[in-house]
């Protein structure tokens, strides 16, 4: 079983790697006590959203609803067949991670199958079960019995994801309305965004990013880097679009280059080593 469980481990740690440069990295730059958790909660996450996203010629319904059903099935029997599944049980019973999660992240993910516009109540229960959940999971994996530890940086462990979640649908506008139809932004009409509609987006994800700041500099040493440096490539990317017209997003997927990435990692490190926080 140890060999299954490392396999499995390994596989995670492969999707992570293959799906998110930017997220493989960041893990990487955890302590490493807290790597295998955190590659479990992305593999298992990263699967469910295919699901959703991209498997176009199949029952996506019937397989979220399978997929659903295994995860429980694998937590409460603590074993799985699925080696991302069998990764992620491992980390929900390993690190005490909710029920209540999982349940209000599998809701988002179907909500993905029958919505195409959202209105407020929505959309927060959408980010809530999508984003701030994720967040809240990797959270008790650094927290691992330090109940205070997890509560104290509850809040801004979600207004990270919540803010990550914006950036996204701001980067995806065009692909989100053209190949799947949908619109997060609540009274957000697609076909007449304009730089007024943006900029009022923009201000929610500053006040976003400024109260995850606050709990990123009372994270532990061993787990600050990583999340410091992912909300570094977020910040950048979130910049990158702000200097962009209402226009451009709407025709065209920003990103940040690769050697953006490795300056922002000698940044981050920098920053992180001198005790700047």
């Given at each position: 079983m ?16 293959n ?34 996203d ?15 059903n ?62 701030e ?18 509560k ?90 702000k ?35």
């Open positions: 140890e060999l299954y469980k490392k396999n499995a481990l390994d596989i995670s740690r492969i999707t992570t790697a799906y998110s440069t930017s997220f493989s990295l960041g893990t990487r730059m955890l302590g490493s006590k807290y790597r295998k958790g955190i590659y479990a909660i992305y593999g298992f996450a990263r699967f469910a959203d295919e699901i959703v991209t498997f176009h010629r199949y029952d996506k319904e019937k397989l979220i609803r399978d997929f659903r295994q995860t429980y099935d694998a937590i409460n029997s603590k074993i799985s067949t699925n080696p991302i599944l069998y990764s992620f049980q491992w980390a929900v019973n390993r690190y005490s991670i909710d029920i209540e999660m999982i349940d209000a992240f599998m809701d988002s993910m179907e909500m993905d199958l029958n919505n195409s516009v959202y209105d407020q109540n929505k959309i927060q229960t959408y980010i809530y079960g999508s984003a959940v994720v967040g809240l999971m990797c959270l008790r994996v650094f927290y691992d019995g330090d109940e205070q530890g997890y104290n940086l509850k809040y801004p462990a979600r207004k990270l994801g919540e803010a990550f979640q914006k950036v996204n649908f701001l980067r995806d506008m065009k692909d989100d309305f053209y190949n799947k139809g949908r619109i997060y932004f609540p009274g957000v009409d697609f076909r007449n965004f304009n730089d007024q509609v943006k900029r009022k987006i923009e201000k929610d994800i500053e006040q976003d990013f400024s109260e995850a700041f606050n709990g990123i500099v009372q994270l532990k040493p061993a787990a600050r880097f990583g999340v410091y440096l992912a909300y570094r490539y977020y910040l950048q990317l979130f910049n990158k679009i200097r962009s017209s209402a226009g451009n997003i709407t025709k065209k997927r920003y990103r940040v280059p690769n050697w953006m990435k490795m300056v922002l990692l000698f940044k981050s490190y920098v920053r992180n080593t001198t005790s700047i926080f």
